[in-house]
């Protein structure tokens, strides 16, 4: 019974021997340089990082490699206007695969002209003007048309249309602001009295949305109206999206084949009050 207990004796005399060999963390001296923590360190180290002007440009690293690469891929549309310098890009560089019309109104050549009683056109280098004169049922109304059917505006070929407008007021009128053939298939504004509409027809149905609010008429606004072909259109106002149509397009109409017309810009008023619509310039734009 002795020579068992002196063996177990031994044997935790043993055990503690080796326990007490291995040197753990808090038997090790301590000194402390910095109160830093571990996290700390780490947000100092980014901070560093990102302001390293330096940084990722060695060969094979990153910015290196954007650098490099013969084409730099960002976001479609991700360049902004304000990137660009006055005059900075040569028109060799311009790659010219659009059909664009851009009319300032300095002159009405080609340009068809319908006025009815007192309403009045007038071109001139600030603009457009558009008036009706103060017999009510009045109109002044320009628009342009191709020599052949369904050669003006195509909406398989992703056409987008904008103008300047501002108007002298808010009652008793009916404007349009189209591109296509308007009565049929088009697509752009519509302005009753003080209400600003999305508005876009097929087969001589039409589609609108109010898009009126937060907005005053008798500001120069851009509209802007962009039409992705076989999915929607988009309508902004100062660049700022107010509307999107997605259904009932124009492409899904029978009657485009005929279309005569690029763009259509009109003022009818419905009392007897002058309106006037003043135009800065006209924007058209499809694929070729």
Request: glycine fraction near 6%.
């Amino acid at each position: 019974m002795l020579y068992k207990l002196s063996v177990v004796f031994l044997l935790i005399i043993c055990i503690f021997s080796i326990f007490m060999s291995v040197i753990t963390w808090d038997s090790l001296s301590k000194n402390q340089d910095s109160n830093e923590t571990i996290e700390q360190a780490i947000a100092r180290l980014i901070t560093a990082h990102l302001a390293d002007a330096n940084a990722h440009i060695e060969a094979g690293e990153s910015l290196y490699t954007h650098k490099q690469s013969e084409v730099i891929d960002h976001l479609a549309s991700s360049i902004v206007e304000d990137k660009y310098g006055d005059q900075s890009v040569p028109g060799s560089a311009l790659k010219y695969d659009k059909l664009t019309l851009e009319i300032l109104w300095e002159s009405l050549d080609a340009i068809n002209q319908y006025t009815r009683l007192t309403g009045t056109i007038e071109p001139s280098l600030s603009g457009l003007h558009l008036q009706t004169g103060d017999t009510s049922g009045s109109v002044a109304d320009v628009h342009a048309e191709v020599f052949s059917e369904g050669d003006a505006t195509d909406y398989f070929k992703n056409p987008r249309f904008l103008t300047v407008i501002r108007l002298s007021s808010l009652t008793n009128q009916q404007i349009t602001l189209t591109a296509g053939g308007y009565g049929s298939d088009s697509f752009g504004f519509k302005i009753v009295n003080g209400t600003l509409y999305a508005f876009h027809e097929m087969d001589g149905d039409a589609f609108t949305t109010d898009i009126s609010a937060g907005l005053t008429l008798t500001n120069w606004l851009r509209y802007k109206a962009i039409y992705t072909t076989g999915s929607k259109i988009e309508f902004y106002i100062d660049d700022v999206l107010k509307a999107t149509h997605t259904t009932n397009l124009p492409e899904e109409g029978g009657s485009i084949v005929d279309n005569l017309e690029w763009f259509r810009i009109g003022i009818h008023n419905t009392a007897a009050e002058n309106k006037v619509l003043t135009s800065r310039y006209l924007f058209l734009q499809q694929d070729t």
